[in-house]
């Protein structure tokens, strides 16, 4: 549909609203990497796949505090053999990588410690996110059209009139969180802990705040003022 040209018995303002709000977030996401190293490529293998397994159901064992757990790479292959050494003994490297997402930060902040106690255990992270269905988003959205219509008001006032009716709304930016990767620790690598040794201390996690923003363009009718 072709919008009516403004015109002196029909003018028009155009404005822009901004609605921008700083929310706790709502998920946590941490990646693992399970490590095994040795000359054999079958035994390195089998710690793999055994320390892998025990991670996954460590994870798992948290309920419904995860809300998402995927394998995100696996690898095993021979190390270069460093110069001046003979390629006799081969040693061989294996990897796994888990990305864990977690919704009750008071679990997160258990499971971190105990997954580093691991034996050739990494972790890293946390980067602190919302849902996409985030109720954040949509009030955003609510605060950039009510401030354009003030401005909009605003403009109108000024001229000693006010606004006829809504002739477009369009977004201008979709609405996003704050960048991810926002962190609270360092990657922690456990690569000479016991295997299996409990009593890892809780971390206390301070979740980073998110900001939402969100902004539309909004044109109008204006009745004519009385310049």
């Known amino acids: 549909m072709t ?3 403004p015109t002196p018995e029909a003018p028009q303002v155009t404005v822009r609203g901004e609605g921008r709000l700083e929310v706790e977030p709502e ?5 693992v990497a399970v490590s095994a190293r040795g000359a054999d490529r079958a035994t390195v293998l089998a710690d793999l796949t055994r320390r892998n ?4 159901d460590l994870i798992r064992g948290r309920g419904a505090a995860v809300a998402k757990l995927e394998t995100g790479g696996f690898s095993i292959a021979p190390e270069r053999p460093r110069r001046g050494r003979g390629e006799a003994t081969r040693i061989h490297q294996g990897r796994v990588r888990v990305t864990v997402e977690l919704t009750d930060f008071a679990v997160l902040g258990e499971l971190v410690p105990e997954l580093a106690d691991r034996e050739q255990t990494e972790v890293d992270g946390p980067w602190w996110e919302l849902r996409q269905d985030s109720e954040a988003y949509a009030e955003a959205r609510r605060l950039a059209v009510a401030e354009a219509v003030r401005r909009a008001r605003a403009y109108a006032e000024a001229l000693g009139t006010s606004l006829g009716s809504l002739l477009e709304l369009s977004d201008a930016g979709l609405p996003g969180a704050g960048a991810p990767g926002g962190g609270g620790f360092s990657p922690v690598y456990a690569a000479y802990a016991e295997e299996g040794a409990g009593g890892a201390p809780s971390l206390d996690l301070e979740p980073q705040r998110q900001e939402v923003a969100a902004e539309v363009v909004a044109r109008f009718t204006m009745l004519p003022p009385a310049l």
């Open 53 to 56: 397994a025990e991670v996954l």
């Open 3 to 5: 919008h009516p040209h």
């Open 27 to 31: 998920l946590a996401r941490i990646g």
